[in-house]
């Protein structure tokens, strides 16, 4: 099976580093034209430059910004035929109790992790309506399936908000032939904050979430990408609604 998407534009968030950044050279290898955005302009240029994409300074929890960046693409021929929400995580925030959460931890999560994700694909509807197609793609988190390993009461919320937002959109998209799916991933060491999460199990906490994973390994940032590709392409054109676990196998 090859999966091409040449003549196609993408737009891929959370593009700075890790699972996004993987997703983004997927795509570009696969002959889409990439378009890149991030809140961190300066690693996000460096990423863009060197492999010819085109980014974006985005905040995604600005819904006036996500409307924007996708008006401008539409502006010049470009609105996205796939768009990939692969922005979001912690925040900087670490796990504790439930007395210690703050509203404003709280909302920081769900706007990095939800709002954006429902602003870009609010804003993308309606040039993929108007062409008759479309690819969503929401990388959730094994944390929107069950409980977080990070122990962030407000992360396991907003991923299993994303997950109801992948069925939804689904449901509603998918009559003007827009699919939309989620990637649940497992632990994938992809970006600072993951690296920090793993040394901070020791030995053997890293052993023990190993030896709990079927295929024995941690997945990478290029397993994810690989799913995701699929589920944007043509071949997945009848996969609607659907939250694919990417995890290796997990007991």
Same mark, same amino acid.
């Given at each position: 099976?090859?999966?091409?998407?040449?003549?196609?534009? !993408?737009?891929?968030?959370?593009?700075?580093?890790?699972?996004?950044?993987?997703?983004?050279?997927?795509?570009?290898?696969? #002959?889409?034209? /990439?378009?890149?955005?991030?809140?961190?302009? !300066?690693?996000?240029?460096?990423?863009?430059?060197?492999?010819?994409?085109? &980014?974006? #300074?985005?905040?995604?929890?600005?819904? =006036?910004?996500?409307?924007?960046?996708?008006?401008?693409?539409?502006?010049?021929?470009? =609105? &996205?035929?796939?768009?990939?929400?692969? !922005?979001?995580?912690?925040?900087?925030?670490?796990?504790? &109790?439930?007395?210690?959460?703050?509203?404003?931890?709280?909302? +920081?999560? $769900?706007?990095?992790? /939800?709002?954006?994700?429902?602003?870009?694909?609010?804003? *993308?509807?309606?040039?993929?309506?108007?062409?008759?197609? #479309?690819?969503?793609?929401?990388?959730?988190?094994? *944390?929107?399936?069950?409980?977080?390993?990070?122990? @962030?009461?407000?992360?396991?919320?907003?991923?299993? +908000?994303?997950?109801?937002?992948?069925?939804?959109?689904?449901?509603?998209?998918?009559? $003007?032939? @827009?699919?939309?799916?989620?990637? *649940?991933?497992?632990?994938?060491?992809?970006? &600072?904050?993951? %690296?920090?999460?793993?040394?901070?199990?020791?030995?053997?906490?890293? !052993?023990?979430?190993?030896?709990?994973?079927?295929?024995?390994?941690?997945?990478? *940032? %290029?397993?994810? =990408?690989?799913?995701?590709?699929?589920? +944007?392409?043509?071949? =997945?054109?009848?996969?609607?609604?659907?939250?694919?676990?990417?995890?290796?196998?997990?007991?």
């Amino acid at each position: 099976m090859l999966i091409r998407f040449d003549g196609q534009t !993408a737009l891929v968030t959370g593009a700075a580093q890790g699972i996004g950044q993987a997703i983004a050279l997927g795509l570009k290898q696969a #002959g889409a034209a /990439v378009h890149v955005a991030d809140l961190d302009r !300066a690693r996000l240029d460096a990423f863009a430059a060197a492999h010819d994409l085109v &980014p974006h #300074g985005l905040d995604i929890g600005d819904r =006036a910004a996500c409307h924007g960046l996708v008006s401008d693409m539409a502006s010049v021929g470009s =609105a &996205p035929d796939v768009l990939v929400n692969a !922005a979001g995580g912690v925040r900087g925030q670490t796990g504790g &109790p439930v007395s210690a959460v703050t509203e404003e931890g709280w909302r +920081a999560i $769900f706007a990095a992790n /939800v709002d954006g994700a429902f602003w870009l694909s609010q804003a *993308a509807a309606a040039p993929m309506q108007a062409r008759g197609r #479309g690819r969503i793609v929401n990388i959730a988190s094994g *944390a929107g399936l069950r409980p977080s390993l990070t122990g @962030i009461q407000a992360y396991t919320a907003a991923k299993h +908000a994303l997950v109801g937002l992948t069925k939804q959109l689904s449901q509603d998209l998918g009559p $003007f032939g @827009i699919t939309c799916n989620a990637i *649940a991933p497992g632990f994938v060491r992809s970006n &600072p904050t993951t %690296e920090r999460q793993w040394q901070s199990y020791g030995e053997e906490g890293q !052993a023990r979430l190993i030896a709990g994973i079927h295929t024995r390994r941690l997945g990478t *940032a %290029e397993d994810i =990408a690989h799913a995701a590709l699929f589920l +944007a392409s043509e071949q =997945a054109s009848w996969i609607s609604g659907q939250i694919l676990s990417v995890d290796g196998g997990r007991s």
